[in-house]
């Protein structure tokens, strides 16, 4: 329930947040494996990749935790150590299953590993000892699969106390997410619902009785990581959850949170953003205190600046190490005083060391020097945040 009426806020959200140029994106990573990815055994490395990324690329908050009753699904390992391997006792069996199921990868890093292989990948025949007719194993199927191989590589890797095994997919992005993060506190939010006097038939979907202690382990290590205004944590029985008025009061509650570190995550990048022209125009000052000679050029950008009448741009190129950034900076320090300058010089910050920042932040700086209310109003309510960014760019240009 609660993962469709994180859909609602979110879309509120960026409703709310497209007016001040934000966009807000919701990345769900149950919903975001295919079926073909999870017969791959690739569901881990591809919620990890999504998760990292959303780390590098957004700032804050990046990510955010439900927990209820049950811990969840515990996959077994996609990649085995070569050294983790040779720690393994195994039954003769156990050593078939895993030698079938894993290939090993003399190049993975540092001493290679044994790497889970596709369900779609590995054939197996079973043989009628009646008939001596062999029916071709469907390994794609969910309770063959279960019974012919998860549970008894699950089973070995448990009784070896393997490190790789027991770590539900939620506690692992958790960790990756929230636990192993400096400063988590201030920006991942957790809600912890609890339900009480569940009915015996309802049971099985919404507890996991054997494995209790691991998910108290988790949710106690949650509270514990997180400051107490980014945490929500709530009992409420049964018959309060499946209430009308249960959905209303979550999405009121996440709101609140969400919009706390969301205002401040805004406030933060506006800080940086603020300082972002500064720093390259500083930079420009450095780079051009020893710049001699290019009285051609700069010649060709004075008439080209003092032109009123044209309407386009400017484009100087060069050879790699001709002098190009060096021009630029001179030509900075030259108009600073009677323009208004907007430069940036790549590479020489964090934001402009990627298109997608380094974009956003020269928007930034045309908005705030260049406001057309008129054109904010007719397009901001019709256009995707990125078309209309894109749309008003070229408009102040």
Known sequence: MERDLLKEVFQDLNAEYALQEWQIDFVDLRWSISVEAGLENKTMQICKDELRHCQQMSPKPNFLILSGDRYGWIPLPEIVPVDVYETLEMTSHEQHVFNGWYALDENHLPDGAYVLRSRCEVKHYDLDLFTLESTLVDYTDDKVWKSQVVDCLSEMFERNGCKLYGISATEQEIQLGALSIDGAQDHVVA????????????????????????????????????????LVSVDLSYDEYVSPGYAARFKNEITVHLRRVIKQAIDEVGDVTDDENQHHIEYALQESVDFVGREDELKYIKEYIEDKESRCGLWYQADAGMGKSALLAKVVELYREEYDVICRFCG??????????????????????HVDRRYDDNRVSRTPFKKHRIDYFSYVL
């Not at 934001?351 to 020097?369: G, I, R, T, V, W």
Request: with cysteine; proline share 2%.
């Open 191 to 230: 809600y912890i619902r609890h339900l009480i006097d569940v009915p015996a038939e309802k049971e099985s979907v919404f507890l996991e009785c054997d494995k209790k202690s691991k998910l108290e382990s988790l949710q106690s290590r949650i509270k514990q990581k997180l400051s107490d205004r980014n």
């Open 348 to 369: 020489t910050t964090e934001l402009s060391s990627n298109a997608e920042s380094l974009f956003a932040s020269m928007y930034h700086d045309l908005a705030s020097k």
